[in-house]
Structure formats: C-alpha cells, structure tokens
C-alpha cells in the first residue's frame, strides 16, 4: 500500500494500482542552485574601461537578481575615462533606471549610484 500526498488531502491506495508516469522532459534550460551573491558595490579603481565593461555587465544581472534597488560603482576621479565608460554601459543596460553621481558619504564624484527598474 502506498500514500500519496496532495496539498492537504491524503489517500492510500494499493501498489498494484498504481502505475509510474513517464517522465516529462522540459523544453526550456533550467538553472539550479543558482544563489545570487552580489555586494552593495562593486569597485572599478584601476581597471582598463575595456576590462571593466564586462566585469560591470555581469555585476549589473547579479546584483538586479539579488534584489538591490539601488547599488553604487565605484570607479574613481583619474582621467574621467572609467566614470565615462561606467555610464555608458550604465546608458544602455536593460536593467538600470537611472542613476546618478554620488553625493557627500558616496564617494563623490569618485562614484555612481545606480537604481534599477521593478
């Protein structure tokens, strides 16, 4: 005799009536185990803006995945190319509201605070 559970309800039925289903293969890719884990910030300082455009992208999908409204990239003063290629990309991600330069107690001018889109 076996058990079979369904929400709330409980019945038993003997084993000789009980026939295994075959087994349904999805179609679509699953992703198991996937935790996202990406950090308030993500810091950019002395990265070639080449190196940094893919290291931001792949921040930016983990970081939206984790739940964050609002996350801060953290690229410097120097030249101004890195805060430039930042908001660049920043321009043209799928997932980003807005953002914005940081103010006092954010890094300044040395950083961006980015929201993203619910």
């Not at 309800?9 to 990406?38: H, Y």
């Not at 080449?50 to 992208?57: A, G, Y």
């Not at 996350?71 to 997932?95: D, K, Q, W, Y």
Request: glycine share 12%; charged share 30%; net charge positive.
């Amino acid at each position: 005799e076996s058990e079979i559970a369904f929400k709330r309800v409980q019945q038993r039925f003997p084993k000789s009536g009980l026939t295994p289903e075959k087994e349904v293969i999805s179609e679509k890719p699953m992703v198991k185990g996937f935790t996202p884990s990406a950090r308030y910030e993500i810091n950019l300082i002395g990265k070639k803006v080449e190196e940094m455009e893919s290291e931001l992208v792949k921040y930016l999908d983990e970081a939206a995945l984790t739940g964050y409204d609002e996350i801060r990239v953290i690229h410097g003063f120097g030249t101004g190319a890195l805060r430039e290629g930042v908001r660049r990309v920043l321009s043209n991600h799928p997932v980003v509201k807005s953002f914005r330069p940081g103010e006092e107690g954010e890094g300044g001018g040395g950083a961006t605070v980015v929201r993203f889109k619910r």
